[in-house]
């Protein structure tokens, strides 16, 4: 088939859960004999040799520049206010894009779109001759602000989460009705979304994200002393879940293990997270393009969310480099996660506190959960079989 690809962001590099989710489909789909084309936003750090490699793999590649500013996102805020449209969704709104997509589409020049999350939603309605329409769902984002909201303390942000939790899940579901398929990365939100809990006369199906394994190779790690937490931390789930870990969970582990080190790697971290790195045995390093030395050293992994949908990409890459995970239920969600076979869950301080000092003082339950991780990586989500699923979607 001939697919157009709608993706918010490049595809690579593989830094970011969303980015190995899109590039995975993507390199599925083309080696499945699909002619795709990525039509996708370009933001001023994306590589010139990340889209040369892009170009390699799809049939053609086609950007449009995608700037935000506190000043942008001010003004989509007082928009919103007066919208039905989401803020979130409504800031993504980029005229370029739609008229690109138009000019791409418009005349029957591809038999399917594919939007890549959420924010890609609005832009199927300028292609009017495609005869199949698939909505990639990385997450039911109503539900990420809807967590979001149960921990904030002021009562203005609050309700003004609670505004946008109302218009995102109307949004969402009227979204997915204008598809032929949607796909779900977890089975959790689609139930979340769809009205009746279920799917669309059959057009809807369920495909985790998956990785690549084979190109994670176990990491050699020699009396590690590492806590870490990898992720990025523009999104507000990750910046409150690592705040969260430090001020209330790390005394407790710092305390009864002095040596360990908590480690917070991530781009772009708010002065909050930024200024953990003030505190004794605590680091704070933004982005790390190369994380093999600070992996070598890591003892325990860690997912501290409390807010969050979809899967957390951050747990398969601790699996396959095959370094033992503690996390919350909720950092959990949509993996084949076994307490205690390969992840330790916990959910309040005191036991994620015990959790982090179970896997740093015993050999033995560290073993076990990273050879566990790394047998349910290989097993349960290689690409290479995972999405042979999207065969079901395009054919």
């Known amino acids: 088939m001939r697919i157009l690809f709608l993706s918010q962001i490049l595809p690579l590099p593989l830094d970011a859960g969303p980015k190995t989710r899109s590039y995975y489909v993507l390199r599925y789909l083309v080696e499945a004999g699909h002619q795709v ?24 590649v086609e950007t449009v520049p995608m700037v935000r500013s506190r000043l942008k996102d001010a003004a989509f805020g007082a928009a919103s206010m007066f919208s039905k449209a989401p803020f979130l969704i409504l800031r993504d709104q980029v005229g370029e894009m739609h008229r690109k997509v138009k000019a791409l589409a418009g005349a029957g020049s591809f038999d399917a779109i594919h939007a890549d999350q959420l924010w890609m939603a609005p832009y199927n309605t300028g292609a009017a001759g495609a005869s199949l329409r698939v909505l990639d769902q990385h997450n039911a984002v109503f539900m990420v602000l809807e967590r979001m909201a149960r921990n904030v303390r002021n009562p203005l942000v609050r309700a003004w ?22 796909v779900w990365v977890s089975d959790a939100d689609r139930r979340a979304v769809t009205a009746n809990g279920g799917g669309r006369n059959g057009q809807d199906q369920v495909i985790p994200i998956a990785i690549d394994p084979q190109a994670s190779r176990t990491v050699v790690r020699a009396r590690p002393f590492r806590v870490t937490f990898i992720a990025g931390m523009h999104w507000p789930p990750n910046a409150d879940g690592i705040s969260w870990f430090a001020s209330s969970v790390w005394p407790k582990v710092a305390a009864a293990a002095p040596s360990a080190v908590l480690t917070v790697i991530g781009k772009r971290p708010p002065r909050s997270v930024a200024a953990l790195g003030r505190s004794s045995n605590v680091e704070t390093l933004g982005y790390v393009r190369d994380l093999h030395e600070r992996l070598s050293e890591t003892a325990v992994f860690i997912v501290p969310l409390r807010s969050g949908a979809g899967m957390r990409v951050k747990i398969l890459d601790a699996w396959c480099w095959g ?12 993996l084949a996660s076994a307490h205690g076979e390969n992840i330790l869950i916990a959910d309040d301080e005191q036991s994620f506190a015990d959790a982090v000092l179970q896997v740093l003082g015993s050999h033995r339950v560290a073993s076990r959960l990273a050879e566990g991780g790394r047998s349910t990586a290989e097993t349960s989500y290689d690409w290479r079989s995972v999405y042979r699923a999207w065969d079901q979607i395009y054919h």
């Open 37 to 60: 084309t990525l039509l996708s936003f370009l933001r001023p750090g994306d590589r010139q040799e990340d889209e040369s490699l892009l170009r390699r793999l799809c049939a053609r």
């Open 161 to 182: 989460l609670g505004r946008e939790v109302s218009k995102l899940e109307a949004f969402e579901r009227e979204a997915c009705e204008r598809f032929d398929r949607v």
């Open 323 to 334: 370094i033992p995970v503690v996390s919350t239920t909720v950092g959990a969600e949509g």
